[in-house]
């Protein structure tokens, strides 16, 4: 009886560590933590208030957006899922080191130098080495992912042509014309329109329009470039509101044209007006099958997480303390 008590707890033992990651492995892996209640608990892993908070304030700060607590946790409970699934497939995954070390010069570079890189990882209580361990099993992370999502990454030409049919119609590509202006402020200078006429003058007597905007016109980043606006296309972003470039009033083309707007004088000269129209499958096929695999991967995640965390609530190995 003896014997079957010690086999059964080294059966259950090594269950705990190894496999299930159970109250055994928790205790162990947080032996020597600071004790004190958890916000999060994945598998016996603990995750404290404080490291939520600080995981809260990165997202943040990354986003420019308040992120809930309870979403926080999630987003660490999916962390931790993925870090412990990896070590599972660790004998499958390539250890990555040259690539983490490169990766860590290359921001040490950007931080300025070693020293300077380093002692920045000291404040968040990191050496090299350990921020260098932390990148390269992070990449090993990303690895297990792009393995389960490379089913989600397949694309073949009948899937892009059926999504095309479906959205060719809100992919319509504006009418647009190339415009260039010469502008004369009229803040403080009451001969605005004045000046702006005799350059109206100087243009048809044929002097040239770019040489005239980079001699006397106020848009210094258009002069720079002879008045060159770019093309503009027929939407709610054009530069000039006030001026018709499109429909039946439509300025000229080829001509300059003397128009006001709340910041002053512009002599816009236009080219002609290419009509709207739907780009060809063959344009957009590309693009297409960029946006169709990123939404499959997405999805993918999700599902990826989503089995992950059911299969962890039922053994009951999550327990979230957050609101």
């Not at 290359?106 to 890189?117: N, S, V, Y």
Request: net charge neutral; proline share 4%.
């Amino acid at each position: 009886m003896k014997a079957g008590i010690i086999g059964t707890t080294l059966v259950y033992l090594c269950v705990d560590l190894w496999l299930l990651q159970g109250p055994m492995y928790g205790f162990l892996h947080n032996k020597g933590k600071q004790a004190g209640e958890a916000a999060v608990v994945v598998y016996g892993e603990r995750i404290s208030p404080a490291q939520l908070a600080r995981h809260k304030a990165e997202q943040e700060a990354i986003s420019g957006r308040p992120k809930t607590d309870i979403a926080m946790a999630m987003d660490m409970v999916r962390s931790s899922l993925l870090r412990m699934r990896t070590r599972y497939n660790d004998n499958q995954l390539k250890h990555d080191r040259a690539e983490a070390e490169r990766l860590v010069a290359a921001l040490a570079t950007r931080a300025g130098g070693d020293a300077e890189f380093e002692q920045q990882l000291a404040s968040q209580g990191y050496t090299r080495n350990q921020f260098t361990d932390k990148l390269e099993a992070r990449l090993m992370q990303l690895a297990l992912l792009d393995r389960n999502l490379e089913p989600h990454t397949q694309v073949n030409d009948e899937a892009i042509e059926a999504h095309y049919k479906q959205v060719k119609d809100e992919m319509t590509i504006p009418a647009s014309r190339p415009v260039k202006h010469i502008f004369i402020a009229s803040l403080n200078r009451p001969d605005a329109r004045q000046a702006a006429e005799q350059i109206m003058t100087r243009l048809a007597a044929g002097e040239d329009f770019g040489k005239l905007a980079a001699e006397v016109s106020d848009d210094t980043a258009s002069a720079q470039r002879g008045g060159d606006l770019g093309t503009v296309y027929d939407d709610a972003l054009l530069p000039l509101p006030e001026l018709k470039l499109f429909g039946d009033a439509a300025i000229p083309a080829d001509t300059p044209t003397l128009a006001q707007s709340k910041w002053g004088w512009h002599i816009i000269l236009a080219g002609a007006i290419t009509p709207a129209r739907t780009p060809s499958l063959e344009e957009c096929r590309e693009t297409l099958r960029t946006a169709i695999i990123s939404a499959q991967r997405e999805l993918g995640v999700n599902t990826f997480f989503d089995t992950l965390i059911k299969e962890a609530h039922r053994k009951q190995h999550i327990k979230i303390h957050v609101k």
